[in-house]
């Protein structure tokens, strides 16, 4: 097996992500769909930190991970407050930066 | 961990390996493609958990065991919870209605999906990717220590700036979801005295369940003239099309007795037919009324019993 099957897995699974982003209205399931790019990303970083032999490609994956945990936590607040100006969860519906 | 960084070590992956990830992968893809697929947020999540852990496997397999404990903590422990915190305050049952509302979307987005998977695959088959080199000499002290001995050395400036994105991360969201209460709070009497002012309902509401037939919270109680109440039914369940419709029969029983009473005390018959009773009603009881009465009990019988069969979703659901 050579490390290409990982890489393809991981473009596989980013393309998903990006597909689910395009289509998907309800705000959390968007940022779903963003998590599972950045994991993706992370499956790709991990493969190449093993076929070089050397761990800075894990310390990127880790970046990455910090990242988005603070990603999450600023875009979960944010859903949440257009939530409760506006009663839904679309991204259709927010259509203004203000409330 | 010396037979793991071994194993870990090979430049040649293992037929375990290869089998692992032939089972694996098209069971992360599976997760994937459910959570753009399905219809439910909630569903969406655990699909995205799965792949998420499955992700946690791989990682080990390729001598990343300190991320594989992380993705496993942090993205499936605390990310994906948070994820299902947030659904449900949103509300879970709010599903995705599956109508487009830019024509064409999701034709234009599978395209660019295609394209762009397309191009990625291309590229990687451009690129020379080789054989591993494996993690041997990386991971020699072990994976953690060699992780922190990079990230506290060549590292140490971007581990420190992610240390103050995460704490303006917190700060940012406290201050986005905290909200400051400028009115005073109203006090019980002023509660009251508005609750009263604005009509709407004083007394406790209706109890649902028709009395000596059913008492389940998901069949309305009867008014007065034999309509289903809409105020006795919870409104979560007949948002979700759980309501048990009160049979015909049990209407037109109702609406019988009723002019039954009111002919034996001999008052005027002012019982309004129920809405769907039709012609189910019987008109005349001086003859023979207990056998219609009897007749009428054992079809209400039979007909809840055929009812059952349709509705054992929603019993289910109730238990």
Redesign the interface.
């Known amino acids: 097996m050579s490390p290409e099957n990982y890489l393809h897995l991981a473009a596989l699974l980013f393309t998903i992500g990006a597909c689910g982003v395009l289509v998907r209205r309800n705000a959390i399931v968007v940022f779903m769909c963003v998590e599972l790019m950045l994991n993706a990303g992370n499956l790709a970083l991990v493969a190449f930190s093993r076929m070089h032999g050397n761990l800075d490609g894990q310390i990127m994956a880790f970046f990455v991970m910090v990242v988005a945990a603070a990603e999450v936590v600023v875009g979960l607040a944010i859903i949440v407050m257009l939530y409760r100006s506006r009663h839904s969860a679309s991204v259709d519906d927010a259509s203004l930066m203000k409330l | 961990m010396s037979t793991l960084t071994a194993l870990?070590a090979e430049t040649t992956?293992s037929g375990g390996?290869?089998a692992q990830?032939w089972i694996l992968?098209p069971i992360?893809?599976a997760g994937?493609?459910g959570?753009?697929l399905m219809r439910r947020?909630v569903h969406?999540?655990l699909c995205?958990a799965g792949?998420?852990i499955i992700?946690a496997l791989?990682?080990l397999a390729?001598?990343?065991y300190?991320?594989g404990v992380?993705?496993i903590v942090?993205?499936t422990g605390?990310?994906m919870m948070?994820?299902l915190f947030?659904?449900m305050?949103?509300?879970v049952s709010?599903a995705?209605s599956l109508k487009e509302?830019l024509k064409g979307?999701?034709l234009?987005?599978?395209a660019?999906?295609?394209g762009?998977?397309i191009l990625?695959?291309a590229g990687?088959g451009q690129a020379s990717?080789?054989?591993?080199?494996?993690?041997?000499?990386?991971?020699a002290n072990g994976?953690v220590q060699?992780?922190a001995s990079?990230?506290f050395t060549r590292?140490v400036v971007?581990f420190e700036v992610?240390g103050v994105?995460?704490t303006?991360?917190?700060v940012?969201?406290t201050l986005?979801?905290h909200?400051e209460r400028i009115e005073r709070n109203k006090s019980q009497r002023e509660q009251a005295e508005e609750r009263v002012r604005s009509g709407e309902q004083l007394p406790p509401l209706p109890a649902p369940g028709v009395y000596a037939r059913h008492n389940a919270v998901d069949i309305p109680g009867l008014l007065p003239d034999g309509r289903p109440s809409d105020l006795s039914v919870n409104p979560t369940l007949r948002e979700r099309g759980q309501v048990r419709e009160v049979h015909e029969q049990a209407l037109a029983d109702l609406a019988a007795i009723e002019r039954r009473t009111a002919e034996y005390q001999g008052r005027a018959v002012t019982v309004t037919p129920p809405r769907r009773a039709g012609d189910a009603a019987p008109a005349d009881t001086t003859t023979g009324a207990g056998d219609e009465r009897a007749h009428d009990a054992e079809r209400a019988e039979r007909d809840n019993g055929r009812d059952n069969g349709p509705d054992a979703a929603g019993e289910e659901a109730r238990r």
């Open positions: 870990a992956t390996e290869a990830f992968a992360a893809v994937g493609l959570t753009v947020a969406s999540a995205l792949t998420m992700l791989f990682y390729n001598g990343a300190f991320l992380v993705q942090v993205y605390a990310v948070l994820f947030v659904l305050l949103v509300g709010a995705d509302t979307q999701r234009l987005a599978a660019c999906g295609l762009l998977g990625l695959i990687i990717v080789g054989s591993f080199t494996g993690l041997a000499e990386a991971n994976n060699g992780l990079l990230l590292y971007a992610t994105l995460l303006i991360a917190a940012g969201a986005l979801t909200r």
